[in-house]
């Protein structure tokens, strides 16, 4: 599993969501189950990678099983509970 942020550097509800999300991981045990990356919408390339996965809005986290899109939660952080069940946790 792994999950992307997509964010920008100036975005609070962005620091908020990935705090939120790496604390659950730790809680849990997943943090190192779980990868996580974090795309950057103020580059250039961070553009492209929104675009190609059609993201408009920051934050956006995507889900990612085996390639495969398990879950999008945009403008906030995943409530936990949700997340948990969505990592199979």
Known sequence: MNLVFFVKEDC???????????????????????????????TEDGLVEAAMNGVADVPTIILHHEGSEVARWIKKAPPS?????????
């Open 12 to 42: 609070d509800a962005c620091k908020n969501a990935k705090q939120k999300v790496s604390f659950f991981l730790d809680k849990w045990g997943a943090a190192d189950s779980v990868v996580t990356e974090a795309i950057n919408l103020d």
């Open 81 to 89: 509970e949700e997340l948990r069940t969505k990592l199979g946790l």
